[in-house]
């Protein structure tokens, strides 16, 4: 279920004072200017509502709709700050490797970044590419070790997308991809390799 969010928080009305067609009655104190204010709000959310379109707000959920009306756009979120929150759940979860790798991945990232603050909307190609370069060069990282580290970035990253914390177009992955090395398999040497007799069953 979609959480409610409020489309005006400094203003508190009790339902005894609110009519049916949604407006302040006249018994509540400084109603003429608040109604003017709602009426206001609601033609400017009604003309971006007709530019959306009422197909592609039918298939909107509310926090969707909520974020086109207010014109949110969510690029003041600290990465960061929303990471804490997934280490804390998934040690609640007790899910506590996964939580370590988010931990060190974290660590190194706010080393690269110089700063314990993060937004999302600076998370570009580049930067991921800064990084990783860093891991490689700074940290001797190997490059499967790096596509950890870059894949429990996207994870958190698409987290944030899926539970409406920040829209989809932030996310970097679309043009950078992350680099994973095949590992080979070991050459078998011929002193490894054992006579078998016809029909004798492999242990």
Known sequence: ?????????????EPKYMSSNGKIKSSYAGHTSINQDLMRIQV?????????G??????????????????????????FKYAETRIAYLR????????????VTCSHLSSYAKSEVL????????????????????????????????????????HAIDNDVIEQGLSPFRKYKI???????RPVDATD???????TTLS
């Open 1 to 13: 279920m979609d959480k409610l969010l409020i489309l005006e928080q400094h203003i508190h009305i």
């Open 44 to 52: 400017e959310y009604n003309n971006i509502c007709a530019d959306i």
């Open 54 to 79: 009422m197909q592609d707000i039918a298939s909107m959920n509310i926090n969707d709709l909520v974020n086109k009306l207010k014109n949110k756009k969510d690029v003041d979120e600290d990465f």
């Open 92 to 103: 609640k979860q007790k899910r506590l490797s996964l939580a370590d790798l988010y931990e």
């Open 119 to 158: 937004l999302f909307k600076n998370m570009t190609a580049p930067f991921l590419k800064g990084f990783e370069e860093w891991l490689k060069t700074g940290r001797n990282a190997s490059s499967n070790t790096i596509a950890n580290y870059i894949s429990n970035i996207r994870a958190i990253f698409y």
């Open 179 to 185: 680099k994973r090395v095949k590992k080979r398999p």
């Open 193 to 199: 390799l054992k006579p078998v007799a016809y029909g």
